[in-house]
């Protein structure tokens, strides 16, 4: 709960924390920014408006004593995410704030975390609302993407490649962290909090996947989860190859092999991306990893049929459970 340190209007409260947000960028493509009862944005020429809006609560979606810098940063980068997942340039976002009341040690903290993040993507804030209540945030992202070459989820085809950029099941060992179930040094700590607090939203490599990959998703709910929703969505299967995760070193080192795949499949809040690749496309994609100095790892196949399956290295069918993962508070 936020104390009441300061008697500030809401035009106040916008002015002092929020104007300027500006992504460190001249976007071309925003017309009109804070100040009127709406913004506009300008698309280019042969682009698609890409839209995806988050809620995040205290509480469900984040601890309630969440570093407020850090908080930030998170809150945009799951935001961005679902740019980045549809292969979208960000352009601008808006943010609905509701606290309890207002503390300026905490609005001080948030609005820093929150420039540092726009900085890093790019994308300037355009508008928004304050109001009292429970603290949460909703995020609204806008971006662009050449017409008729998005990312979705319904197109993955049999015999593609499955693949995962980075790490998997770093925040679910965090969040495991956070509540006191798992025991760690202070440099496994430090490394398992960033990874839960400040996930890098894979935006550039999102782009750079139009017209290699066939379908993509963020990985929020967990890699059964959201690669189920890519099955389902293209009347298709997929077979994961459990051996073939890419672990962090970090996790490696914490648990023993069935928790750490326990984390990587049903863990989520990793916002890493998860697609699929026809084979001819391979070694463009091969290309890709070099360039963006990224992991990009080749973790199964889209066969035909429905649902997903996980395999040992044997291909032995493994018993996982595809529920997924429910976020912070995930015993709702």
Same mark, same amino acid.
């Given at each position: 709960?936020?104390?009441?340190?300061?008697?500030?209007?809401?035009?106040?409260?916008?002015?002092?924390?929020?104007?300027?947000?500006?992504?460190?960028?001249?976007?071309?493509?925003? !017309?009109? @920014? #804070?100040? *009127?009862?709406? /913004?506009?944005?300008?698309? $280019?020429?042969?682009?698609? =408006? &890409? %839209?995806?809006?988050?809620?995040?609560?205290?509480?469900?979606?984040?601890?309630?004593?969440?570093?407020?810098?850090?908080?930030?940063?998170?809150?945009? !980068?799951? @935001? #961005?995410? *679902?740019?980045? /997942?549809?292969?979208?340039? $960000?352009?601008?976002?808006? =943010? &609905? %704030?509701?606290?309890?009341?207002?503390?300026?040690?905490?609005?001080?903290?948030?609005?820093?975390?929150?420039?540092?993040?726009?900085?890093?993507?790019?994308?300037?804030?355009?508008?928004?609302?304050?109001?009292?209540?429970?603290?949460?945030?909703?995020?609204?992202?806008?971006?662009?993407?050449?017409?008729?070459?998005?990312?979705?989820?319904?197109?993955?085809?049999?015999?593609?490649?499955?693949?995962?950029?980075?790490?998997?099941?770093?925040?679910?060992?965090?969040?495991?962290?956070?509540?006191?179930?798992?025991?760690?040094?202070?440099?496994?700590?430090?490394?398992?909090?960033?990874?839960?607090?400040?996930?890098?939203?894979?935006?550039?490599?999102?782009?750079?996947?139009?017209?290699?990959?066939?379908?993509?998703?963020?990985?929020?709910?967990?890699?059964?989860?959201?690669?189920?929703?890519?099955?389902?969505?293209?009347?298709?299967?997929?077979?994961?190859?459990?051996?073939?995760?890419?672990?962090?070193?970090?996790?490696?080192?914490?648990?023993?092999?069935?928790?750490?795949?326990?984390?990587?499949?049903?863990?989520?809040?990793?916002?890493?991306?998860?697609?699929?690749?026809?084979?001819?496309?391979?070694?463009?994609?091969?290309?890709?990893?070099?360039?963006?100095?990224?992991?990009?790892?080749?973790?199964?196949?889209?066969?035909?049929?429905?649902?997903?399956?996980?395999?040992?290295?044997?291909?032995?069918?493994?018993?996982?459970?595809?529920?997924?993962?429910?976020?912070?508070?995930?015993?709702?």
């Amino acid at each position: 709960m936020m104390s009441n340190t300061g008697q500030l209007t809401e035009f106040d409260l916008i002015a002092r924390y929020f104007s300027g947000i500006d992504g460190g960028v001249q976007s071309s493509s925003v !017309a009109l @920014s #804070v100040g *009127d009862d709406c /913004a506009l944005l300008s698309l $280019p020429a042969d682009q698609q =408006l &890409a %839209l995806s809006i988050d809620t995040l609560a205290s509480g469900r979606h984040f601890p309630e004593d969440a570093n407020p810098y850090q908080l930030a940063q998170r809150a945009l !980068a799951v @935001s #961005v995410s *679902d740019l980045a /997942a549809m292969g979208a340039k $960000p352009m601008a976002f808006t =943010l &609905a %704030l509701t606290m309890p009341s207002v503390d300026t040690n905490w609005l001080d903290g948030f609005s820093r975390g929150l420039r540092f993040a726009a900085e890093q993507y790019k994308i300037p804030l355009i508008g928004g609302d304050t109001t009292q209540g429970p603290l949460t945030l909703t995020l609204q992202v806008h971006g662009s993407v050449p017409a008729g070459s998005v990312l979705k989820r319904s197109t993955a085809q049999p015999g593609d490649v499955i693949c995962v950029t980075g790490t998997v099941g770093d925040a679910a060992a965090a969040l495991a962290v956070i509540e006191d179930r798992l025991a760690v040094d202070g440099q496994q700590r430090e490394y398992l909090l960033q990874r839960f607090y400040t996930p890098a939203a894979r935006v550039d490599i999102g782009q750079a996947l139009l017209g290699i990959a066939n379908a993509a998703i963020d990985i929020s709910d967990g890699l059964l989860a959201d690669l189920g929703h890519i099955a389902k969505a293209s009347n298709v299967a997929a077979v994961i190859n459990a051996d073939q995760l890419p672990l962090s070193a970090v996790i490696s080192q914490l648990v023993e092999k069935p928790q750490a795949l326990t984390y990587a499949l049903t863990g989520g809040d990793d916002y890493e991306l998860c697609f699929t690749v026809p084979q001819e496309n391979l070694a463009q994609l091969k290309a890709l990893d070099q360039q963006f100095s990224l992991r990009i790892t080749e973790v199964g196949t889209i066969v035909p049929g429905s649902g997903v399956q996980c395999v040992d290295g044997e291909g032995n069918p493994m018993a996982i459970d595809l529920a997924g993962y429910q976020h912070f508070n995930h015993s709702e």
